[in-house]
């Protein structure tokens, strides 16, 4: 069985301005896992052609989505390929306060674990490859010039 990445606990489902279209992952992970298959938001398809459509996850607040350009995400990827995400702010990614650094700033908690992993993507959001050390529902604090957003990302125990 594959799972899916983007789940969510205790946050609302579908942020606002988020289509309600989504495919759910499994029950056994433990988290109500969303990835968004339709277009992607008119603020997050810069660079994109056409009816821009790639699997991607909203933050709860629904002010950066990361777009998943390996789906499903995995924990081991066996062909050779990374977990890539392109991550786009809604809000602007520059900060009115000098003291907040640029980079995007990820703290990710092991669903159920006391598991705490940090990640960081030089420059604020944009593309990444985030790996994570398990397989399973990863809560994500994520912090970028000034902002603030969850979301959770599920890494299946490996790939083909």
């Given at each position: 069985m594959v799972l899916l990445a983007g789940c969510t606990t205790g946050q609302s489902a579908t942020p606002a301005g988020a289509p309600a279209t989504t495919a759910p992952a499994s029950?056994?992970?433990?988290?109500?896992?969303?990835?968004?298959?339709?277009?992607?938001?008119?603020?997050?398809?810069?660079?994109?052609?056409?009816?821009?459509?790639?699997?991607?996850?909203?933050?709860?607040?629904?002010?950066?989505?990361?777009?998943?350009?390996?789906?499903?995400?995995?924990?081991?990827?066996?062909?050779?390929s990374s977990n890539k995400i392109l991550w786009v702010s809604r809000a602007a990614t520059t900060s009115p306060d000098t003291t907040s650094p640029d980079t995007l700033a990820i703290t990710a908690t092991l669903d159920g674990t006391d598991t705490r992993v940090t990640r960081e993507v030089a420059g604020g959001p944009g593309p990444s490859i985030i790996d994570m050390p398990r397989a399973g529902c990863w809560h994500l604090e994520l912090r970028w010039s000034g902002h603030t957003d969850t979301m959770d990302l599920v890494y299946a125990d490996r790939l083909p």
């Open positions: 029950a056994a992970t433990g988290c109500s896992s969303r990835v968004e298959t339709g277009s992607l938001p008119d603020w997050a398809d810069a660079g994109f052609s056409g009816d821009a459509r790639a699997p991607h996850v909203f933050g709860a607040k629904g002010d950066i989505v990361a777009v998943l350009f390996a789906h499903p995400l995995a924990q081991v990827r066996q062909d050779g």
